[in-house]
C-alpha cells in the first residue's frame, strides 16, 4: 500500500484529492490547520469508504517549529513516503507577518513547501520510486515579472494579487531548481496549474470586497469544481508514465510552459539560497 501525505486536506482540492486517492488505495495522511475541519473531513471519507486507511496530523504552517514537528510526526506514521502533495495554501487582502517576521502567503505558499520537502526526503526516499513531490503553483505566477528580493514582505508595495502571484512564482523555481539540483536518488517533483477552482480560499483573511469578489469569480462559468482541480494533483501522484518527467509545469494531466521568469536560473538560485537562510536549512540534500 502506498502512502501519501496531503496538506490542506480539509476542503477543496486537498480533499477532492485525498478521496480520489483513498479510492485507489492509498493510505493518505490528512493535513490540517483546524483539528474540527480534519476529523470532519476524515469521517466524511470513511462515511463512503469505510475501509479507508486515513491518518490526521495537525500544524500551522506559517510557523517553522509546527513544520518541523510535522516532519517529525509524518516521519513516524510513514517511514515510507510515496507522495507529498504540497497543496495548502493562502490568500491575503492585507499583509501578515508570521512570528518569524516573514509574510504569510510567502511563508504559507512557499516557504512550507520547500521546509517540507525536505524535512521528508528520508521518507520519499524510502519509497520503491523514490517518492514523489507535487507541488499546487498556479498561472498566477505569471502577473509579475519576477521575484521582489529587496522587499519580499512587500512593504509598502502590498496587495494580496502581487503576494499571491510572487508565492506561485516561487512555487515554479522551487520546483525547477529541486530538479535541476536532485540526485537519481531523490524525489521526482512536478508543479501544477489546478485552474480556476471553485473553493474557498479567496474567502479566508480578506476584505468583504475581496471576499465578494472572489464569490462571484468562483460561480462563473468554465471553473472547475475541487475534483476536476485535483485531477493533475492524482495523475501526478499516481500515474507510473510520468516517473520520468520531473521538474515539468503540469496543466490538466499534460506538461506546458509556464511563464519566462519562471526559467530564470539565477531567479531560482537566488530564491534556493534565500529560502535555506530563512529555514534554516545548511544542506538540502
Known amino acids: 500500500m502506498k502512502t501519501v501525505l496531503i496538506t490542506g486536506a480539509t476542503g477543496g482540492i486537498g480533499f477532492a484529492t485525498a478521496q480520489e486517492l483513498s479510492k485507489r488505495g492509498y493510505e493518505v495522511i490528512l493535513h490540517g490547520r483546524n483539528r474540527q475541519k480534519a476529523e470532519a473531513a476524515r469521517d466524511h471519507l470513511l462515511a463512503s469508504q469505510p475501509d479507508a486507511k486515513l491518518k490526521i496530523v495537525m ?14 510526526e509524518v516521519r513516524v506514521l510513514a517511514p515510507t513516503l510515496d507522495v507529498l502533495v504540497n497543496n495548502a495554501g ?20 512557499h516557504l512550507a513547501y520547500f521546509l517540507l520537502s525536505h524535512l521528508l526526503l528520508p521518507s520519499l526516499r524510502n519509497a520503491p520510486d523514490n517518492g514523489r513531490i507535487v507541488c499546487v503553483a498556479s498561472d498566477s505566477h505569471k502577473q ?42 531523490d524525489p521526482t517533483i512536478y508543479a501544477i496549474q489546478p485552474g480556476l477552482v471553485q473553493t474557498d480560499i479567496g474567502l479566508k483573511g480578506n476584505t468583504w470586497l475581496h471576499s465578494l469578489a472572489w464569490k462571484v469569480r468562483r460561480k462563473m462559468s468554465g471553473n472547475k469544481t475541487p475534483a476536476q482541480g485535483a485531477a493533475t494533483s492524482i495523475y501526478l501522484a499516481s500515474s507510473p508514465e510520468v516517473a520520468d518527467q520531473s521538474g515539468l509545469y503540469w496543466d490538466d494531466c499534460a506538461p506546458k510552459k509556464s511563464y519566462s521568469s519562471s526559467y530564470d536560473k539565477d531567479e531560482a538560485r537566488i530564491l534556493w539560497e534565500t529560502s535555506e537562510e530563512m529555514t534554516g536549512i545548511s544542506r538540502y540534500f
Open 90 to 109: 493562502i490568500w491575503n487582502s492585507n499583509q501578515e507577518l508570521t512570528e518569524e517576521g516573514v509574510e504569510k502567503t510567502f511563508a504559507v505558499n
Open 144 to 185: 509579475i515579472k519576477g521575484m521582489f528580493f529587496d522587499n519580499l514582505n512587500l512593504d509598502g508595495n502590498y496587495h494580496g494579487l502581487r503576494s499571491y502571484a510572487q508565492s506561485k512564482l516561487a512555487n515554479v523555481l522551487f520546483c525547477y531548481e529541486f530538479d535541476r539540483r536532485r540526485k537519481s536518488t
Open 59 to 72: 500544524a500551522d504552517l506559517g510557523k517553522l517549529n509546527e513544520i518541523h514537528r510535522l516532519a517529525e
